[in-house]
C-alpha cells in the first residue's frame, strides 16, 4: 500500500521548535519530490518546502532561514526541521509527492503523470 504518514506535530511557543516527519511505505520516497504543504482552515493551502529526487530544496518566503528540509533514504522518510516558529506557522501541515509551478510554488503532484500521494497532516499549534 502507497502511503505518507505523518508525526511530529504538537504544541510549541513562539521562538520554539519542532521536527516534522513524513514516513513512506510502499515506494522509494528518494524517487519522488517531496513537499510540506500547511492548511489552515479559511485559507488556501500554502506549499512550505520541497526535496526534489536529485535533493535539490525550495522554500516559501515566509520560511527561509527557519525551516529546513531533508531526507533520509535509508529510513524512507522526509523531515521538516522547523525553527524560531511563529504563531502565523500554526496549521496542519501534510506532505505530498510534489512538483514546483511554473510561478515557482510548490504544488502537489496531481494528474495520471505523476505518483499522488498525501499523508494525513499532522497539527502544528504555536500558542504562548
Known amino acids: 500500500q502507497v502511503q505518507l504518514v505523518e508525526s511530529g506535530g504538537g504544541l510549541v511557543q513562539p521562538g520554539g521548535s519542532l521536527t516534522l516527519s513524513c514516513a513512506a511505505s510502499?515506494?522509494?520516497?528518494?524517487?519522488?519530490?517531496i513537499g510540506w504543504f500547511r492548511q489552515v482552515p479559511g485559507k488556501e493551502r500554502e506549499g512550505v518546502s520541497c526535496?526534489?529526487?536529485?535533493?535539490?530544496?525550495n522554500y516559501v518566503d515566509s520560511v527561509k532561514g527557519r525551516f529546513t528540509i531533508s531526507r533520509d533514504g535509508g529510513k524512507n522518510t522526509v523531515y521538516l526541521q522547523m525553527n524560531s516558529l511563529k504563531p502565523e506557522d500554526a496549521a496542519v501541515y501534510f506532505c505530498?509527492?510534489?512538483?514546483?509551478?511554473?510561478?515557482?510554488?510548490?504544488?502537489?503532484?496531481?494528474?495520471?503523470?505523476?505518483?499522488?500521494?498525501r499523508g494525513q497532516g499532522t497539527l502544528v499549534a504555536v500558542s504562548s
Open positions: 510502499g515506494f522509494t520516497l528518494a524517487n519522488f519530490a
Open positions: 526535496i526534489s529526487s536529485s535533493g535539490r530544496t
Open positions: 505530498a509527492t510534489s512538483r514546483i509551478d511554473s510561478d515557482g510554488s510548490i504544488v502537489p503532484a496531481e494528474g495520471s503523470a505523476y505518483l499522488q500521494v
